[in-house]
């Protein structure tokens, strides 16, 4: 078992809905990250939340639209996607502290697909 | 920038033989090295990691990692591999924003394991 949750688990949508993902974790964590992983390739970081505040954007989009709506929760809202935008979608969390290079850890994703 | 390489794209072995997955790193100060595991379907399980200090890393599952300066390497290790091992590995190194964590993964080493 993992202890950051994704829900859902698969999301099927077109390109004109509204959908949202969302990640959990209670390990008091004060970062976490949205990372893409298309099939075969290794994940690519998308946003990084630190202490609740947008900290890396890594030029992402605008039709993907992060949210951090307490110490436990990560939102990323989508809208208007491409198909290209398919593709499994990763949520992780670390402890922030002086030493920063504490691991992430991971939850199982959401397998978008774009209709 | 902060890279790794992982020259295998796919590992064959047989079931109880040994294993050694290849990482390569690019940095010119001490790296902070991680190996992760990605079972189809799943998301990302730290196997180990390696911060300073002892240059052999022990982790979980049985696997262990060697650091070695001398030829900027962290290859990934296991004394006798079992079915369940079957997966995609990921080395990863890890930099600094300050705040948080930032993962860049190699390209990753797909192990398959004969019966």
């Known amino acids: 078992d993992t202890e950051v949750t994704q829900t859902p688990k698969h999301l099927v949508m077109g390109m004109t809905n509204k959908k949202s993902l969302k990640c959990e974790q209670h390990?008091?964590?004060?970062?976490m990250y949205w990372y893409k992983q298309k099939a075969k390739k290794p994940p690519e970081l998308m946003f990084v939340?630190?202490?609740?505040?947008?900290?890396i954007n890594e030029s992402v989009p605008s039709r993907f639209s992060p949210e951090c709506p307490n110490s436990s929760l990560l939102n990323l809202h989508l809208h208007a996607l491409q198909p290209e935008d398919s593709a499994l979608y990763l949520c992780?969390?670390?402890?922030?502290?002086?030493?920063?290079?504490?691991?992430?850890?991971f939850g199982d994703g959401t397998r978008l697909s774009i209709l | 920038a902060q890279s790794v390489t992982q020259p295998d794209i796919h590992i064959t072995v047989s079931e109880g033989a040994s294993l050694e997955l290849r990482c390569n790193y690019s940095?010119?100060?001490?790296?902070?090295l991680f190996w992760y595991v990605q079972s189809p379907g799943q998301g990302l399980q730290l196997l180990l990691k390696?911060?300073?200090?002892?240059?052999l890393v022990q982790g979980i599952k049985g696997f262990e990692a060697e650091f070695k300066r001398s030829q900027s390497s962290f290859n990934l290790r296991k004394p006798s591999v079992h079915w369940s091992d079957a997966a995609e590995y990921f080395c990863?190194?890890?930099?600094?924003?300050?705040?948080?964590?930032?993962?860049?993964f190699g390209t990753g080493t797909r192990l398959q394991v004969t019966l």
């Open positions: 992780a969390s670390s402890q922030v502290t002086g030493y920063v290079n504490q691991p992430q850890h």
């Open positions: 390990m008091g964590h004060r970062a």
């Open positions: 939340y630190s202490y609740e505040k947008l900290s």
């Open positions: 940095y010119g100060a001490t790296p902070y």
């Open positions: 390696y911060f300073s200090g002892d240059t």
């Open positions: 990863a190194v890890v930099t600094n924003t300050g705040t948080a964590s930032k993962l860049t």
